[in-house]
């Protein structure tokens, strides 16, 4: 029985932690971070593929938490996909380090490695280097913050060849 918690509770946190490198952003400020973002280019994952238009809308919890709506278009069916989740801070709310969950008990990390000062885009990953997104205010960003994100990513290990760029039309 203790090998068995003693496995469930390695399953259940396996999804935390950062990839090597990637250090939270400090100062954050929920607040400000809350609201819609568009997903301008991401790592391909099987619960995201095929969908274009996609958002990601933040709402506070009544329990301190963050709502997360998270919804894209299939670009086959036309079809518009939602997922409902909900995110906490692992440390402390001033650092951009959270678990989200939408699967009931299970959590991943959200980690904010990159955040401009007036909250227009963020460098996000997850908990190793196979997620990792370029999320923004706007559906268009400039090219030199793509570079920035591509640049940056790279450096930190993360397999920037296989990025999708999002189509936002």
Request: glycine fraction near 10%; charged fraction near 25%; proline fraction near 3%.
């Amino acid at each position: 029985m203790r090998r068995l918690s003693l496995l469930l509770l390695l399953l259940l946190s396996g999804c935390m932690g950062m990839p090597d490198g990637v250090t939270p952003v400090r100062h954050f400020e929920t607040e400000r971070y809350l609201g819609t973002w568009y997903e301008v280019a991401r790592l391909d994952h099987s619960f995201e593929r095929g969908l274009e238009r996609v958002s990601a809308e933040y709402q506070p919890r009544e329990d301190g938490g963050i709502r997360v709506i998270n919804r894209g278009v299939d670009s086959e069916s036309g079809e518009i996909k939602e997922a409902v989740g909900k995110a906490y801070f692992v440390n402390d709310n001033q650092q951009g380090y959270l678990k989200v969950s939408f699967f009931g008990p299970f959590y991943g990390s959200y980690v904010v490695f990159e955040l401009d000062d007036d909250y227009q885009y963020a460098f996000v990953s997850g908990y190793n280097h196979d997620y990792l997104w370029l999320l923004a205010r706007d559906t268009v960003v400039s090219p030199e913050l793509k570079a920035r994100f591509v640049a940056r990513s790279k450096a930190l290990g993360f397999d920037v060849d296989g990025l999708i760029w999002v189509n936002q039309q």
